[in-house]
């Protein structure tokens, strides 16, 4: 078994040192391995659907048209009204800002469980600052109204609108950014480094992986989720390279999830140890006679 492994431990020592996954491409890889597993995606759509739904309400917060006046703005409806009534100005900036954090938040989270697989880095952006593009078209009119096209309202009403507006801005501009962006093809390598880390986790020659009969992959954990319930007569415990040939070549989704969150907790779970029988066998692979024993006895 020790054999077997050496080359691809010598393979990893020839790689330069990996650059650690962030906690969000961790996050997303689990996520899509889970999926992989169980074969539900999970909906990202519906996160996406809300976040866009508070964008809309924290448009219309700011730009709703007051009932009763021919006016195409609605937050800035009282400066229209009464420009020296500024209150509940304030309140429409603040709820709108308060909905673009919320939508932004919603955006980042289907991001961090499917991110954009597009490789253009101008896509790659606008799709993970989304919720910060979305604060500044949203802002910026009432910005445009209040300073370049309202010069007749008073000072101090245009003074502190202005000052609200740069402050909830600034805030929601802040809370609306993803601060650790992920691509597809990061999430592919912390798959692919999980996979890899996991099947040679702890192995010797009395360690071995699991199959069912009726699975389709092998597993490295003998609690895993999937196969701890099944019928002893259906499972069969071997090396790597004995599941490869059974026609299960991939290591289970869960197994390599479960690695990944025992090695943040610093935990070590359960191992599959080889019955004696292919223990034996392993050895007598491992051990080559070189000479014939001598046993006194002539030809």
């Not at 650059?19 to 969000?24: F, H, L, P, V």
């Not at 009204?81 to 509940?88: A, F, K, Q, T, V």
């Not at 992920?182 to 996979?195: G, Y």
Request: aromatic content about 8%; hydrophobic content about 45%.
């Amino acid at each position: 078994m020790e054999e077997n492994k050496k080359p691809k431990a010598a393979a990893a020592a020839e790689k330069p040192a990996e650059k650690k996954a962030s906690k969000a491409a961790l996050q997303a890889a689990l996520a899509q391995l889970e999926e992989q597993e169980t074969g539900k995606k999970k909906n990202t759509v519906i996160f996406r659907i809300l976040a866009f739904v508070c964008w809309i309400l924290a448009a219309a917060a700011m730009y709703l048209p007051y009932i009763g006046l021919n006016l195409p703005f609605g937050a800035v409806r009282i400066l229209f009204l009464d420009s020296s009534n500024w209150l509940p100005v304030i309140i429409d900036i603040i709820v709108a800002g308060v909905l673009c954090v919320v939508g932004a938040r919603l955006w980042v989270h289907a991001n961090h469980i499917h991110p954009t697989k597009s490789h253009n880095k101008v896509v790659q952006f606008i799709w993970n600052q989304l919720g910060v593009i979305m604060a500044g078209i949203i802002f910026a009119p009432l910005a445009i109204i209040l300073i370049a096209n309202r010069k007749d309202l008073p000072q101090k009403t245009k003074a502190i609108v202005a000052a609200v507006l740069a402050l909830v801005f600034v805030g929601a501009s802040a809370g609306s950014a993803d601060y650790h962006p992920v691509t597809q093809d990061e999430v592919d390598s912390v798959v692919q480094q999980l996979t890899d880390e996991a099947e040679g986790y702890g192995f010797t020659d009395g360690d071995g992986v699991r199959w069912t009969k009726y699975g389709n992959c092998y597993h490295i954990f003998s609690d895993c989720q999937s196969i701890k319930n099944s019928n002893p007569d259906n499972c069969t415990d071997g090396t790597i390279e004995q599941a490869v040939e059974a026609n299960r070549a991939r290591l289970c989704s869960f197994c390599i999830k479960r690695y990944a969150e025992a090695k943040e907790n610093g935990e070590e779970p359960a191992k599959i140890e080889l019955s004696e029988a292919v223990d034996d066998i392993v050895d007598d692979l491992n051990v080559l006679p070189t000479e014939v024993p001598d046993d006194g006895v002539g030809d």
